[in-house]
């Protein structure tokens, strides 16, 4: 079964650094990609950063690129996202998906469900 859970987070200062946690169910050729997507009060969502369970491949939005790093543990069957020098502007509710979309990347393969997990907040204090 498809299933994610977001993990990490919680309340940081500008500056600091945190990871989140992106842990997968089932079998790794059920999904093609995992993405982090983020929504702050009052904004759309956005895509964050993705990487493919097919190649390897990792995308980043522009805001990511240079402070962000996702990467993938076969083994532990997770994916994370280390932000470093986190701003106000960081904050937002961070969900991880069964997707790979974003403002300057699009990454779709058709056969595979679409899953999303709770979420799980971020706030950036200045």
């Known amino acids: 079964q498809v299933q994610v859970e977001e993990s990490g987070g919680g309340l940081v200062q500008a500056g600091d650094s945190v990871m989140l946690s992106c842990a997968y169910s089932?079998?790794?050729?059920?999904?093609?990609?995992i993405g982090w997507y983020r929504q702050a009060p009052g904004k759309e969502r956005e895509g964050v950063s993705c990487?493919?369970?097919?190649?390897?491949?990792?995308y980043y939005a522009d805001f990511a690129k240079g402070r962000f790093t996702i990467s993938r543990d076969n083994a532990e069957k997770k994916v994370s996202l280390q932000m470093n020098v986190m701003r106000p502007d960081d904050t937002a509710h961070y969900y991880c998906?069964?997707?790979?979309?974003?403002?300057?990347?699009?990454?779709?393969?058709?056969?595979?469900?679409?899953?999303w997990g709770q979420g799980t907040p971020v706030t950036v204090s200045s």
């Open positions: 089932g079998r790794s050729s059920d999904y093609y990609a």
């Open positions: 990487i493919s369970f097919i190649d390897g491949t990792t």
């Open positions: 998906a069964t997707k790979c979309t974003g403002e300057n990347y699009y990454r779709v393969e058709s056969g595979y469900a679409e899953v």
